[in-house]
């Protein structure tokens, strides 16, 4: 048993951190159900009945295009967490399990995406972009979040295959599949866990960023909801009322993801399996 | 069912031998274990065999077959390992019907089988559970049972029983010759435990090293050991070894006691020579035969026999099986006897003189 007074520290530092993390959400949450002369006003109060106003939901719903700018960032990111998990999974299975002559060199090469910032090489990306006629297209962003996430994916899927008892693997062989096989069926339900973690930290850079976006796919009506939002900030004017409640809402649908993926991280699928 | 014959197998990593010459053959339906202290390369014998690892040189045939490049699953083995290597997402009945589902066996036929291998190793109530909820022995029938359902020529077993506690092991010790009996089935088994070894096999092969030291019945092996290092390893407690040298014809001297026995005229007066007795064929203070003397170090009571750990002159620790309950205690003097006719004796390179 810890110390209680340890505890109360220990609680004390999460609870602070939670209040601090949450505090600009519950603001910007707070603040969309209301007036514009109350956001100003009074920014901290919450919505009471007589500052209550939609008007700024009502705008997103209304604006045909915010909604295809949802679909876009949902579009975005579930491609995006596909890819990383299907080709991260696939690298990591064949850089723990299988020994070949530049295991090692292909290892530390995916491992210098971890240290090197993927926006280094904007210039570059635009460029390729470019010459492959992919500007405003949701495929480029797919590809280059993919390439983002596949490094750090594939570091720790690493780790989690290497854990997959051997005889495991072996005992698939023996029963006559293929190495395809031995990977769906038995390392991918395996590695379940690990995977739902990958996606979840994959998947909210994606949504949040607003710089491959803004570069690869600014127009078009192939803008993501962050950029999307950005119509509403004008030079001269701002509508705030819709800006907050676009980003309100554009919570909820990368908290539904969250639900779904936190649901498999599960511990201790692998009990059971050898002694 | 087929027979299993590997020819001059050689299996190295790097520059490091691990198999050397291995020759043997598994006949059709008979149980072939593989025994030796760890590291003697029993194990990894066992998954050349499987295809689980490429062999650097020789041959193998399975049923006639040349094996030596196809993977596991054309080899038509199946194996059981010791880890029992289940896979933990799938209930009992998922894990045995696995490997059939990709090998394209119609529906009916895989319900068929497992049904069969349920009902053999008494796993029918138990079909729906995932491993983790079952219990050591219970995970170690499935593993089995995910064996038999694939009909495989040549089951392949690497130490089953080693992860199971002492009565179980026993229990599932019957139960494996049991299940050799009734499907008559041809099997490799690899274990340390000769105990094991003595009660399944049909033949043994006791590995040192790399290399084969013996391969015979059980009891042969028992009874005429090739060499020192089969003497020493079949049989507990091990066998006694006294060092000693030819005398004159059929003279034996060794531990300071004129010993007279049958020699082969190969045997030369000097020639250096070991004596081995088994513990179970020596007498406290009983003829017949030559009489050592010794000094009692400890006495292990066990019941209906015991041990007795004996300080010979020469400081060499002999160890003596004592029937009942010895008289004596730590530091007594007595005398120790053995048969000679039981006695084995190994020439100066360890091999077996007759």
Known sequence: MRKPASAIAVHAILGLYTVLALFPIVLVVMNSFKAKRAIFNTPLQPPMPWNFDPIGYAKVFGDSAITSYYLNSLVVTTGTIFMTLLFGAMAAWALTEYKFRWNTLLALYLSIGIMVPIRLGSVAIIQLVSDLNMINTLSALVLVYTAQSLPLSIFILSEFIAQIPKDLREAGRCDGLTEFHIFFYIVLPLIRPAMATVAVFTMIPVWNDLWFPLLLAPTNGKQTITLGVQQFLGQYITDWNAVLAALSTAIIPVLILYVIFSRQLIRGLTSGAVK | ????????????????????????????????????????????????????????????????????????????????????????????????????????????????????????????????????????????????????????????????????????????????????????????????DQVEAMTLADKIVVMNKGRIEQAGKPLDLYYKPANLFVAGFIGSPAMNFLEGHVTGSGRVEAAGSGLTLRLPSSCKPGDKVTLGVRPEHMNLGAAPGPLLQAQVDLIERLGETGYAHLRLPTGQVVISEVRGEPGHVTGDSISVGFDPVRCHIFDAAGRRIE
Request: aromatic share 6%; net charge positive.
């Open chain 2, 1 to 192: 069912m087929a027979e299993v014959l590997i020819d001059k197998l050689c299996k190295s990593y790097g520059s490091a031998e691990i198999l050397k010459d291995i020759d043997l053959k598994v006949e059709d339906g008979s149980f072939v274990v593989l025994v030796g202290p760890s590291g003697c390369g029993k194990s990894t014998l066992l998954r050349c065999i499987a295809g689980l690892e490429p062999i650097s040189a020789g041959g193998m045939t399975i049923g006639g077959r040349q094996v030596k490049n196809l993977p596991p699953a054309k080899r038509e083995i199946a194996m059981v390992f010791q880890s029992y290597a289940l896979y933990p997402h799938m209930d009992v009945k998922g894990n045995m019907a696995f490997g059939l589902r990709f090998a394209g066996t119609p529906k009916a036929e895989i319900e068929a089988r497992v049904a069969e291998a349920a009902r053999i190793l008494q796993l029918e109530p138990l079909l729906k559970r995932r491993p983790r909820e079952l219990s050591g022995g219970q995970r170690q029938r499935v593993a089995i049972g995910r064996a038999i359902v694939r009909k495989p020529q040549v089951f392949l077993f690497d130490e089953p029983l080693s992860n199971l506690d002492a009565a179980l092991r026993i229990n599932t010790r019957v139960e494996i010759a049991k299940l050799h009996k009734l499907l008559n089935a041809t099997i490799v088994y690899v274990t340390h």
